[in-house]
């Protein structure tokens, strides 16, 4: 059974860098037939794609996010992880990672358990 | 403002029939597979519906996907109190290059 597990810090300063790893366990991440992507829940509001990753490293960003951004991949670990700099308090957020069919307009078929990111001083 | 949109609130009794609507462009809806998630309370979203009408092994044929145009709608007949959640539609936005979502919907069992 694929299982996703997010990971880093809970709490992040303004005008930092937030920093995420997704391990994934029970499948391997250099599968061609998927992407692995980030998606986040400010609390109380919806869902926000942040971007998604190919093992190859191909990446797509959401536009809104794109200069802040980078999603990288380390094959031999079988993780990939989130970089979201100059955060702010509108950044703090449930971030989740999570398995994207290829093919599929976006749809993800696993999720990890999700992670709460507060940014505060 | 969500580039899908979907009506905050839907309701309806136990065991009675609803429908969830999600409406968008010709860049995503109208273009693209649409997919459905399911959130309970204090979960990461389940998906429910992909390719317009398509169920994850697992997922009950309560559930039902369409779509017409620009426009898709998540149907759930034989309500139970277990499927008070909130509901997401989402797909892919040709001219954003992004996938999008819409508002999302909380549904109410009453």
């Known amino acids: 059974q694929l299982h996703l597990q997010e990971s880093g810090p809970g709490l992040v300063k303004p005008s930092e860098t937030l920093s995420l790893t997704c391990t994934v366990s029970?499948?391997?991440?250099?599968?061609?037939?998927?992407?692995w992507g980030w998606i986040r829940q400010p609390p109380g509001k919806g869902l926000e794609w942040i971007g998604s990753?190919?093992?190859?490293?191909?990446?797509y960003y959401n536009p809104s996010l794109k200069n802040r951004v980078t999603i990288s991949v380390d094959t031999s670990k079988d993780q990939f992880s989130l970089k979201l700099s100059s955060v702010t308090a509108a950044d703090t957020a449930v971030y989740y990672c999570?398995?994207?069919?290829?093919?599929?307009?976006?749809?993800?078929?696993?999720w990890g358990q999700g992670t709460l990111v507060t940014v505060s001083s | 403002q969500s580039v899908l949109t979907q009506p905050p609130s839907v309701s309806a009794a136990p065991g009675q029939r609803v429908t969830i609507s999600c409406s968008g462009s010709?860049?995503?809806?109208?273009?693209?597979?649409v997919f459905w998630y399911q959130q309970l309370p204090g979960t990461a979203p389940k998906l429910l519906i992909y390719?317009?009408?398509k169920r994850p092994s697992g997922i009950p044929d309560r559930f039902s996907g369409s779509k017409s145009g620009t426009s898709a709608t998540l149907g759930i007949t034989g309500l139970q109190t277990g499927d008070e959640a909130d509901y997401y539609c989402?797909?892919?936005?040709?001219?954003?290059?992004?996938?999008?979502f819409g508002g999302g919907t909380k549904l109410t069992v009453l």
């Open positions: 010709s860049s995503n809806i109208g273009n693209n597979y």
């Open positions: 390719d317009n009408n």
């Open positions: 990753i190919y093992y190859s490293g191909r990446t």
């Open positions: 999570a398995r994207i069919p290829a093919g599929s307009s976006g749809s993800c078929d696993y």
């Open positions: 029970g499948g391997s991440i250099s599968s061609g037939s998927y992407y």
């Open positions: 989402g797909t892919w936005d040709s001219s954003l290059s992004a996938v999008v």
